[in-house]
């Protein structure tokens, strides 16, 4: 049987979705789980590798295995070994799939959104959940900068170092700012990102917003084609996995 899960993780203390040496991650704590109940080695594909720090509201994953569990029984038992592991990490949705289904090859789109805490007064309760950005930032510059990132474009300015995509040239389907509150909220989708696009592009429309580049500046950096032209990466845990979209 094939299960697809919707899952939403607190990747503050993780090293992200993908198994590695060095800490817990999310493929490994489900894995887990799934073996702690059903005695089963299998293997778990997510739609996306996050990154340490990196949260998720909606990240899909799938897996086979030998089993008759109904979705909600699948969904109960996973979420209580989890539980169990005490790991930061929740099955929302719990669906049986047909074998031609995968998360990462099977999704055309996959949304993000980035949260900046714009405010001078610290917010304890928001501690690894926003970018905390102090000064002022000029909402309407950043909406106008964003305006050239959208499209087909070759995103060599926002690609971070150790990328291991084949191709620079990504479809940017949304890149949406709103204030809600205290907090700016990115909204971007896109079919598929390269390394650190998100992180890299909020930096720089940050700085758009305090005034150290102008709007037009982000088409020039665009086309520049060069990582060192464009603003810093914004900080990981301001980012969460959206959804992804099938």
């Known amino acids: 049987m094939r299960y697809k899960i919707t899952v939403e993780y607190d990747g503050t203390n993780l090293v992200g979705w993908q198994k590695q040496r060095e800490g817990p991650s999310v493929q490994e704590y489900l894995e887990k789980a799934i073996d702690g109940f059903s005695h089963?080695?299998?293997?778990?594909?997510?739609?996306?590798?996050?990154?340490?720090?990196?949260?998720?509201?909606?990240?899909?994953?799938?897996?086979?295995?030998?089993?008759?569990?109904?979705?909600?029984?699948?969904?109960?038992?996973?979420?209580?070994?989890?539980?169990?592991?005490?790991a930061p990490v929740g099955v929302l949705k719990t669906e049986i799939v047909d074998e031609n289904?995968?998360?990462?090859?099977?999704?055309?789109?996959?949304?993000?959104i980035y949260r900046i805490l714009n405010r001078r007064g610290p917010s304890p309760l928001r501690i690894?959940?926003?970018?905390?950005?102090?000064?002022?930032l000029d909402i309407e510059a950043m909406k106008k900068g964003a305006q050239y990132l959208l499209g087909n474009h070759d995103f060599s300015s926002f690609r971070g170092s150790?990328?291991?995509?084949?191709?620079?040239?990504?479809?940017?389907?949304?890149?949406?700012?709103?204030?809600?509150?205290?907090?700016?909220?990115?909204?971007?989708?896109?079919?598929?990102?390269?390394?650190?696009?998100?992180?890299?592009?909020?930096?720089?429309l940050q700085e758009v917003g305090n005034g150290k580049?102008?709007?037009?500046?982000?088409?020039?950096?665009?086309?520049?084609?060069?990582?060192?032209?464009?603003?810093?990466?914004a900080p990981a845990y301001g980012l969460y996995l959206n959804k992804v979209m099938y």
């Not at 590798?49 to 994953?61: E, K, P, S």
């Not at 289904?101 to 993000?112: D, E, I, K, L």
């Not at 690894?128 to 002022?136: A, D, E, G, L």
């Not at 982000?218 to 603003?231: M, N, P, S």
Request: hydrophobic share 40%; with cysteine; glycine share 8%.
């Open 40 to 86: 089963q080695k299998v293997e778990i594909f997510g739609a996306g590798r996050t990154d340490a720090g990196v949260h998720a509201l909606g990240q899909v994953a799938h897996f086979d295995i030998d089993s008759n569990l109904s979705e909600y029984k699948m969904q109960e038992s996973l979420n209580a070994l989890l539980r169990e592991l005490q």
């Open 101 to 112: 289904f995968h998360a990462r090859f099977s999704a055309v789109g996959r949304g993000y």
């Open 128 to 136: 690894n959940r926003v970018w905390q950005v102090t000064y002022p």
């Open 162 to 204: 150790g990328c291991q995509a084949l191709s620079p040239v990504k479809t940017l389907d949304k890149l949406d700012i709103e204030q809600i509150g205290d907090e700016i909220i990115f909204t971007v989708e896109a079919r598929s990102f390269i390394y650190h696009q998100v992180r890299n592009m909020v930096g720089t």
């Open 213 to 233: 580049l102008q709007p037009i500046d982000v088409k020039h950096i665009l086309e520049a084609c060069d990582r060192k032209k464009a603003g810093v990466s």
